[in-house]
């Protein structure tokens, strides 16, 4: 069985700053794969980054990067020179196996300061 | 162009009627997705159609009835629901069933249950 955890309760940030969001995983499958989605308050799930168990390096989006520890078995996500627009609910999501079903973290809320 | 369109936004139904939400997309992609989200939880998967087929059903009660009548366009109809059902509801689509197939969602349609 495959495990996503985000125990981060809420996270603030100010404007401009960086700010990581923690994630770890636990599964016994050594082909998966880690998804970072971003909701807003509107309802929409928005794609961020994706990060496969075999990529060499980690993942980057413009201002998202992914910080893959294999060997502790966490994905981070760092976002660079918050935005405003960055306040949302993010959810950290596993998938294994031949399928693409996704397990979610159960999220967490960023809120940016101006 | 990664668009997949959800209609209705809003929805409120008696639990005696039927209806239903419609998701839309043209990107080619070859399976699609029905979520429910509840306020500040995790999305969870109720439906996968892959090639426009059920593929996985995550034990979802019979109220809920899901169509693909084609492969842009995927259906999910209600009927007597209750109260406890009232949640967002969301669609996705990704350009196949594989691990690693990257999900885009749409914006939902909030169904609230009287």
């Known amino acids: 069985a495959q495990k996503i955890t985000q125990t981060q309760p809420g996270m603030f940030v100010q404007e401009k700053e960086a700010v990581t969001l923690d994630c770890t995983y636990d599964?016994?499958?050594?082909?998966?794969?880690l998804f970072w989605y971003k909701q807003p308050s509107s309802g929409e799930m928005i794609f961020l980054i994706y990060q496969g168990s075999y990529d060499q390096q980690n993942a980057t989006e413009g201002r998202y990067s992914l910080n893959f520890q294999k060997a502790r078995k966490s994905a981070n996500l760092v976002i660079s020179a918050s935005q405003l627009g960055d306040s949302a609910m993010y959810f950290c999501a596993l998938v294994t196996g031949a399928n693409s079903k996704l397990t979610f973290g159960k999220g967490i809320t960023l809120s940016v300061r101006p | 162009d990664t668009e997949v369109t959800q209609t209705p936004k809003h929805l409120v139904m008696g639990m005696t009627n039927k209806k239903s939400l419609k998701c839309e997309q043209h990107m080619g992609h070859r399976a699609m997705y029905w979520y429910k989200q509840k306020a500040k939880k995790p999305p969870e998967l109720m439906f996968v159609y892959s090639y426009e087929k059920l593929s996985i059903n995550e034990s979802v009660p019979s109220r809920f009835s899901p169509e693909c009548p084609n492969s842009s366009l995927l259906n999910l109809h209600l009927h007597a629901l209750q109260p406890e059902d009232s949640a967002l509801y969301l669609c996705a689509s990704s350009p196949g069933p594989s691990r690693g197939e990257t999900q885009y969602f749409g914006p939902g349609t909030r169904l609230l249950v009287l």
């Open positions: 599964t016994s499958d050594p082909s998966y794969g």
